[in-house]
């Protein structure tokens, strides 16, 4: 927090997250594929007052469903500020983005759950899953914290990966 307030992590700054430019919006097609790969075969895990529910992009969750009902939300996202721009980051750095992350949806007044995003041979990052956010403001929030793809649904469909960069090249 220290840190923070020294400008040394500059979280909600347009230009600069945790250190890494955000401007950097467009990415290889090989570059994609891979990253699309793993991000399609990632299990995002949040704690609920349910338990703990797995969510894995192109599949129905029907716990989600019941959480989603219990708390009165069509749509969900699951949003990270771990490794901005899939640039691995000391720990301290993760943990102030996220902590910053969390901060900004208690002040929007949204419910969300800690979990985290693990696939096999990466570390896990400490992720949330937000009710009752919409896509758009899910992407914007992504995008605040230089992620390159968030996993957003809605109550009776499929988790999808919804990227937030331009990839083709």
């Known amino acids: 927090a220290d840190r923070m307030r020294n400008g040394l992590i500059r979280m909600g700054d347009s230009n600069l ?3 890494v430019s955000s401007r950097r919006v467009r990415m290889t097609k090989s570059e994609f594929k891979r990253l699309d790969a793993e991000y399609q075969g990632t299990v995002y895990s949040a704690t609920t007052p349910d338990g703990i529910l797995l969510i894995r992009p192109g599949r129905r969750n029907y716990l989600l469903d019941n959480v989603l009902t219990a708390f009165r939300a069509k749509r969900w996202a699951f949003i990270t500020a771990y490794n901005p721009g899939s640039i691995p980051m000391s720990d301290a750095i993760n943990e102030a983005a996220h902590i910053e992350l969390c ?14 995003g693990s696939s096999e041979g ?9 009710l009752g956010i919409g896509r758009d403001k899910a ?18 469909d499929s988790a999808k990966v919804c990227w937030l960069t331009q990839h083709g090249r």
């Open 103 to 116: 901060r900004m949806l208690m002040r929007k007044g949204l419910v969300f759950f800690e979990g985290e």
């Open 139 to 156: 992407k914007k929030l992504g995008r605040k914290f230089t992620q390159y793809a968030i996993v957003v649904g809605k109550r009776g």
């Open 122 to 130: 990466y570390p896990g990052e400490k992720s949330v899953l937000v």
């Open 17 to 19: 997250v945790c250190g």
